[in-house]
């Protein structure tokens, strides 16, 4: 119940409970903060039952392969498989481990799109990228992956908590959370792959233990108040410089870009510093880099991602009545 | 020439004259400064001419295929490799491939222990530990090395320059380095493995072109003060906290302790945080840590190295005339 200006009750949006959750780590094989706090997790249902949480969480480890050999992965990159085309293609011989998996993470946690698919996957990401604990997103609006970016911006402070919307139709979705109903990716960083930061680790299970901690709040019939939200929406991707030639890297990314991540990048500001001492400045409108020097995104020729800040103004909301 | 301080003129020890060095990268495929130091010095070479360095240099990348597939190595670490007995093992078809690789690379620059191997090897490491600028070594007494690594103290000031020595028997010495008659290698950190920051990248192409001017120095006839420099001697290593059954890590590095290399430990300092948030404690002889949660060492067992400082004490050293 909300007390409005004039004094009016008014009740929030109303939406289905949350009967399910599950926590995926190790979608990236060397992004170990995820594996551990999925380690932990299964520890503590081991030592409490299945009461170890308020609400039921199914807790994962997505590519097992992948976390045993301390690799991204093993034949591609798992996390674009669940889009519809992937996740219903014919199995064979010669399929990608990969492609394998993906089908049986959406037999466990979907099928994606269906009425079945569980209520929310949590999956939890590294980035090498001084990004503090962002939250990724495929729509503005969903409501309930909103509200809980708001309540993680308000209870964690040790760090910046920010929202990145990639704006793509849940049917063209390839990452494991667009399998739920609601869903959303965590990156925490900087932690170099195949490391895990104690620092890193914490903020990842403070912001595993908030989602749980909301979607019981919510169930048990908690109004969260509405409000505005800042978020990032992805606007372009930005390669290095490289030799036309041989495609390999010519620049790093400058000194006064790099761990800048979310500051507003202007025209004339340095981009890269070429291996022989040139600097290459930025010509374009205002815009705010992410995902700044990932060791992953060498093979995709990104070397940093580019963004608006945008503000959202999300509903009050509250579980709907039986 | 030096002048005592009774006045008299005394020459430093004499040393043969260093004709051709090595800068090696990749031999750790994903320390990615290395390989774009010698891919920049390879462009030197291709504008500038033979003449690009005032002495003669080879440059190589160690591991070429783990370079193009941004890993550590194919089939095992061949900075393990270069030991007597992996040099003169005979090669079959199920031979690993850094075996081979490094046979070839001793028979380019060495061989081992021969009056024929290179004078010396720079090899050119990241590590993910904040190590700075460290140069590591095999032994206390070879002025040669120890002079650059005083002449590097003195000229860079924009990070720590440290000296690490290994102190292990040439002939059991398994680095790349060990090939060629004065070698040590340079570890520049923290840097993610599979990323190159121009920070870093610029401080180990900094110790590089300092390594060459000194070796240019010494062969034009500058008599090199002796004097006294300060090093880490290498104790012993420390695994994290494991499952017993499993071996998974079930703790990481202390956030007390991350990023602290180098610094004194002392009893009852924090070492490691389980990941159910136990503070696991130091409970030896204060000693200096180093290789602080270095991505590579996880599957060595190695969640740090503790080492003594010590004071070492090295001759005034000049070339050998004809």
């Known amino acids: 119940m909300i007390l409005t200006e004039e004094g009016r009750?008014?009740?929030?949006?109303?939406l289905f409970s949350l009967a399910r959750m599950a926590v995926s780590g190790g979608t990236h094989g060397n992004?170990?903060?995820?594996?551990?706090?999925?380690?932990?997790?299964?520890?503590?249902?081991?030592?409490?039952?299945?009461?170890a949480w308020p609400i039921p969480v199914t807790t994962v480890l997505?590519?097992?392969?992948a976390v045993k050999e301390c690799r991204r992965y093993i034949d591609k990159d798992?996390?674009?498989c669940f889009n519809?085309?992937?996740?219903?293609?014919?199995?064979?011989d010669s399929s990608p481990y990969e492609v394998r998996r993906?089908?049986?993470?959406?037999?466990?946690?979907?099928?994606?799109?269906?009425?079945?698919?569980?209520?929310?996957?949590?999956?939890?990401h590294n980035t090498t990228a001084n990004m503090g604990l962002t939250l990724i997103h495929y729509t503005t609006s969903d409501w309930v992956t909103l509200h809980i970016c708001k309540y993680l911006q308000t209870k964690i402070t040790k760090v910046p908590v920010r929202v990145l919307v990639l704006d793509v139709p849940i049917s063209d979705a390839y990452s494991l959370e667009s399998v739920s109903k609601h869903g959303f990716s965590i990156e925490v960083g900087p932690q170099p792959h195949g490391v895990v930061r104690a620092d890193i680790y914490t903020i990842m299970k403070e912001a595993v233990d908030l989602t749980i901690d909301w979607i019981h709040k919510f169930n048990s019939g908690t109004v969260f108040e509405g409000g505005d939200v800042e978020a990032f929406k992805l606007i372009k991707s930005?390669?290095?410089?490289?030799?036309?030639k041989t495609r390999t890297l010519t620049a790093a990314i400058h000194p006064h870009l790099q761990d800048r991540d979310f500051c507003?990048?202007?025209?004339?500001?340095?981009?890269?510093?070429?291996?022989?001492?040139?600097?290459?400045?930025?010509?374009?409108?205002?815009?705010?880099?992410?995902?700044?020097?990932?060791?992953a995104y060498y093979e995709k020729e990104i070397a940093f991602h580019l963004g608006k800040k945008m503000m959202l103004t999300i509903p009050s909301v509250q579980v709907q009545k039986d």
């Open 238 to 244: 930005v390669d290095y410089p490289r030799d036309p």
């Open 78 to 80: 798992i996390n674009r």
């Open 9 to 14: 009750e008014e009740r929030g949006k109303s």
């Open 84 to 92: 519809r085309a992937t996740l219903s293609s014919p199995i064979t």
């Open 102 to 124: 993906a089908q049986e993470l959406n037999n466990l946690l979907g099928p994606k799109g269906s009425t079945d698919a569980i209520d929310l996957i949590c999956d939890l």
């Open 62 to 65: 997505s590519n097992p392969r």
């Open 31 to 51: 992004e170990l903060s995820g594996v551990y706090v999925v380690q932990e997790m299964e520890r503590q249902r081991k030592e409490t039952g299945e009461h």
């Open 264 to 295: 507003l990048l202007k025209q004339g500001d340095p981009l890269f510093l070429s291996f022989s001492g040139e600097t290459v400045k930025y010509e374009e409108e205002p815009l705010h880099p992410f995902f700044i020097n990932e060791a």
